[in-house]
């Protein structure tokens, strides 16, 4: 299910499922969210739920893109 306001701007974070620990990490890009108009909350968009692992919410930079999480992958 899409929200109409969602996809007419971009994602201001994106969110990872992350497994392993520190240089053995492995981050799988599994969704986006957009931050409420009154700042107090997030609408998050899932494209795969997680079992195992952890979730990682990020906040997109233009330095990172929408597709690496600080520098990993």
């Known amino acids: 299910m899409k929200n109409e306001n969602n996809a007419k701007r971009p994602p201001s974070h994106i969110i ?3 497994i392993g620990e520190k240089d053995k990490a492995k981050w799988v890009r599994i969704g986006a ?3 409420n108009k009154d700042g107090k ?3 998050l968009v899932f494209d795969a ?3 195992t692992g952890r979730t990682v919410v990020r906040e997109v930079s233009e ?3 929408a597709d ?4 990993q992958q």
């Open 16 to 18: 990872w499922q992350v």
């Open 41 to 43: 909350g997030m609408n």
């Open 63 to 65: 330095s990172e893109g």
């Open 49 to 51: 739920f997680p079992v």
């Open 33 to 35: 969210a957009w931050a």
């Open 68 to 71: 690496a999480p600080g520098g």
